[in-house]
Nanobody
Framework: VQLQASGGGLVQAGGSLRLSCAAT????????MGWFRQAPGKEREFVAA????????DYADFVKGRFTISRDNAKNTVYLQMNSLKPEDTAVYYC?????????????????WGQGTQVTVSS
């Protein structure tokens, strides 16, 4: 499975971005997908995840109400809509795929990773 993340950039606080992650080489609807992020000097952390069908989602507390994860299985793509961005959201964002249908917030349970896309939120 190969993952290609895109959509990062520079945005002012309060603004929005939509990240995309395109997958190839898998039966996409069988893979739970997750978004993680890593800020400079910090460990990688869970942001959001979604089941293979898209019927169930999970979010880290610090993004609830601001970020929305979704997927389009016909396009083999998962999205992360980020609204009300804060400077502390600045990080490299990674998409990841599990080999199974159900998600988890634990990064070591994801088998495939995209290359990351930089999100920078200015104050």
């Amino acid at each position: 499975v190969q993952l290609q993340a895109s959509g990062g950039g520079l945005v002012q606080a309060g603004g929005s971005l939509r990240l995309s992650c395109a997958a190839t080489g898998s039966t996409f609807s069988r893979n739970a997908m997750g978004w993680f992020r890593q800020a400079p000097g910090k460990e990688r952390e869970f942001v959001a995840a979604i089941t293979g069908s898209g019927g169930s989602t999970d979010y880290a507390d610090f993004v609830k109400g601001r970020f929305t994860i979704s997927r389009d299985n016909a396009k083999n793509t998962v999205y992360l809509q980020m609204n009300s961005l804060k400077p502390e959201d600045t990080a490299v964002y990674y998409c990841a795929a599990r080999r199974t249908y159900w998600y988890t917030p634990r990064d070591y349970e994801y088998a495939y990773w995209g290359q990351g896309t930089q999100v920078t939120v200015s104050s």
